[in-house]
């Protein structure tokens, strides 16, 4: 299918040490989002790029988190000396400008 | 702060019968709403939306309406499928903002 995937599916980090999350969109659509989902809780944004412009970036919670989006396609979510508390399931969606955003499947990153 | 509430994390509803799914949100700013369908290790798949400037709108057994005075929303389904058993998440955003905010989810399940 043509829709939003993300890789890995599954990430198990050793408490600080850095991790990269994958997120690979919908061919053609502009915006692509990244949001943390906790468990028992609805997703919460972290960042939004506009092609490879990131327009917003309000939501990622310290400095230890970073995503790039260089050539305004695939994006890339690092997380720098991984803590128990960014244990979450990481999800990308993407979407045309102005229109419904479609979800990836996630990751889940389990930091031990 | 949760700018999206959904009080109740369950409901249990017998095949055939109504579904009713409800999300309260505190920020006025909100203009766009929707709801998301999301099943175990896959991402939310989008189901419906409605603008404010709305109060219903309707797209085969899914129903969403909007009351902005109460800043209250619903979901109806009807009739209910087996099928129909996932977390429900309800959106929104804010004009000129793309990003969402999500509730907590509320999980369905259509008894046989």
């Known amino acids: 299918g043509a829709g939003v995937s993300q890789s890995p599916r599954y990430k198990v980090a050793k408490r600080g040490q850095d991790v990269a999350l994958r997120c690979d969109p919908i061919?053609?659509?502009?915006?692509l989002f990244w949001y943390q989902q906790a468990l028992g809780q609805g997703p919460e944004f972290l960042t939004y790029f506009q092609n490879e412009a990131q327009l917003d970036k309000s939501g990622l919670p310290s400095d230890r988190f970073f995503a790039e989006r260089p050539e305004g396609s695939v994006s890339t979510l690092k997380i720098q000396r991984t803590q128990q508390e960014d244990s979450a399931v990481y999800l990308c969606a993407s979407s045309r400008l102005a229109s419904e955003q479609y979800f990836g499947p996630g990751t889940r990153l389990t930091v031990t | 702060d949760q700018q999206v509430k959904q009080n109740s994390p369950s409901l249990s509803v017998q095949e055939g019968r109504i579904s009713i799914l409800n999300c309260d949100y505190t920020n006025s700013m909100f203009d766009y709403f929707l709801w998301y369908k999301k099943y175990p290790a896959e991402g939310p798949t989008f189901l419906i939306s409605i603008s404010s400037i709305k109060d219903k709108n309707e797209d085969g057994r899914f129903t969403v309406f909007l009351n902005k005075s109460a800043k209250h929303l619903s979901l109806h389904i009807v009739p209910s499928q087996p099928g129909d058993s996932a977390v429900y998440f309800c959106a929104a955003s804010a004009l000129d903002d793309y990003k969402l905010s999500f509730g907590a989810g509320t999980t369905v399940t259509v008894r046989a």
């Open positions: 061919s053609g659509h502009v915006s």
